[in-house]
């Protein structure tokens, strides 16, 4: 089966960068996406990752590892309009192609 | 262009009803998702389309949920017999090919009371 795990809530302070871990088992590895979800809102792609390493977009990087079932998504120069959820999902092609989604990480950005 | 859209945005039933929900992708896109998403978690994955056919229907809970997409463009996802704990927020997605990234529409809040 596949299982996600991330932290359900963390808080930062404006200008500051936070680091959002996720840790997934999953037998048919695919790809790993980033998706940010304002309250009420749907969720809208952030990062995909199919190969170890780090990918940089703007103020938001993403980090995976797949020897270790493990990535980050790196937000930096925090602003208030970053609070959010933050949901880390993985794709499975072990019979199809599910996206199977953590249950997110509620990001609290302060003054 | 236009994104995803879904009708209706709320739907209110009664226990025990039938409802429809209805998702159009954006315009081009093979792939379509349905996830059902309850307050405090994140998106549950039920049933994927790869065009017309149903690439990975093993998310749907039990048999009283069923999806279509006759013509590769639009689905509606059924549900019979609707029960309390189907309410959630009913989201639809596409993507142009199966690695790509998902747009995803604003939902239908379904309520059954």
């Known amino acids: 089966g596949q299982n996600i795990d991330q932290p359900t809530e963390m808080t930062a302070t404006e200008g500051a960068i936070v680091q959002i871990n996720c840790t997934y088992q999953?037998?048919?590895?695919?790809?790993l996406f980033w998706y940010q979800q304002h309250a009420g809102e749907a969720p809208t792609f952030l990062s995909y990752n199919v190969l170890d390493g780090l990918e940089e977009k703007g103020r938001f990087s993403s980090f995976l590892s797949r020897s270790k079932g493990y990535s980050y998504l790196l937000l930096k120069e925090l602003q208030m309009k970053d609070s959010a959820s933050y949901l880390c999902?993985?794709?499975?092609?072990?019979?199809?192609?599910?996206?199977?989604f953590g249950a997110g990480t509620r990001l609290f950005v302060k003054a | 262009g236009a994104g995803v859209s879904q009708t209706p945005s709320n739907k209110v039933t009664e226990k025990g009803k039938y409802v429809e929900l209805r998702c159009d992708p954006i315009s081009g896109h093979t792939a379509l998702y349905w996830y059902r998403q309850s307050l405090g978690q994140g998106p549950e994955f039920l049933i994927y389309?790869?065009?017309?056919?149903?690439?990975?229907d093993s998310g749907l809970p039990n048999d009283r949920f069923f999806a279509v997409r006759p013509e590769g463009s639009v689905s509606t996802l059924k549900i019979q017999r609707t029960e309390r704990g189907d309410s959630a927020m009913y989201l639809c997605?596409?993507?142009?090919?199966?690695?790509?990234?998902?747009?995803f529409g604003p939902g239908t809040r379904l309520t059954v009371l």
């Open positions: 389309f790869q065009g017309t056919g149903a690439a990975d």
């Open positions: 999953t037998s048919g590895f695919n790809g």
């Open positions: 999902a993985v794709r499975d092609h072990t019979g199809g192609f599910k996206t199977i």
């Open positions: 997605a596409s993507s142009a090919r199966t690695d790509n990234e998902q747009f």
